[in-house]
């Protein structure tokens, strides 16, 4: 069974930084792309940042130059280093394969408030 465990979250002051954990088992993610989804108050649950197996990320502009998206093999993990954070960027953060997924984790809660 896939599991997803997201972590790093918390609240933090505008222009602050945080760095998301998502630790997978039950599945190598070297042979998959991977992606990063948020969740603001009220929203839907929308995709904001890939990797590909190669390593290429991909962001939208609203994050391109604060956001980094990296991944471990090794480790079976991805990470999401989070800069210059935005009110905007308050939302449940979530992790998961990027063409198909698997059960949702509980996602990580992210707070930008002054």
């Known amino acids: 069974q896939v599991q997803l465990v997201e972590s790093g979250g918390g609240l933090v002051q505008p222009g602050g930084s945080l760095n998301l954990s998502c630790v997978v088992s039950?599945?190598?993610?070297?042979?998959?792309?991977m992606g990063w989804w948020r969740q603001a108050p009220g929203g839907h649950r929308e995709l904001f940042a890939t990797i590909e197996v190669s390593g290429a990320p991909s962001y939208p502009d609203s994050v391109k130059g604060r956001f980094i998206i990296s991944r471990d093999n090794t480790q079976n993990t991805m990470y999401l280093q989070m800069n210059n954070l935005k009110s905007e960027d308050t939302a449940v953060y979530y992790c998961n394969f990027r063409l198909v997924q698997t059960p949702w984790g509980q996602g990580t809660q992210v707070t930008v408030s002054p």
């Open positions: 039950g599945r190598d993610i070297s042979t998959y792309s």
